[in-house]
């Protein structure tokens, strides 16, 4: 059984910063397709950063330059580091294995892939 759970979320001003994580049981996201996504109030479930097996990432306009994701295969964790946080990143953050690669109406209820159960972000 796949499990995600994800830590780090939390409340910050403009500018500031934070590091999302995402460990899992019964997965391993090194060589794996992962990513992560939010959902933000009234808003559509939108992939942040998605790597595929062949290592292959992206990430949506709207964090490029701003936000960087990695891995620690040793530990098998994965982490989001978001940089000069603005108001309109404030959602819910999820971390989802073999998710979808586009962008959908909810995260909590997708049926494609294993999530987590996410965290706040909430930036004033």
């Known amino acids: 059984q796949v499990q995600l759970v994800e830590s780090g979320g939390g409340s910050v001003q403009a500018g500031g910063s934070l590091r999302l994580s995402c460990t899992a049981s019964g997965f391993r996201f090194d060589g794996s397709d992962w990513g992560w996504y939010r959902q933000g109030a009234g808003r559509k479930c939108e992939v942040v950063s998605r790597?595929?097996?062949?290592?292959?990432?992206d990430y949506a306009g709207s964090v490029k330059g701003r936000f960087t994701i990695s891995q620690d295969v040793v530990k098998n964790l994965v982490y989001l580091q978001m940089n000069d946080l603005k108001p309109e990143d404030t959602a819910v953050y999820y971390c989802?294995?073999?998710?979808?690669?586009?962008?959908?109406?909810?995260?909590?209820?997708?049926?494609?892939?294993?999530w987590g159960q996410g965290t706040q972000v909430t930036v004033s």
């Open positions: 790597t595929t097996s062949d290592s292959s990432t």
């Open positions: 989802a294995a073999e998710g979808p690669s586009w962008d959908s109406d909810s995260c909590a209820n997708s049926e494609i892939g294993y």
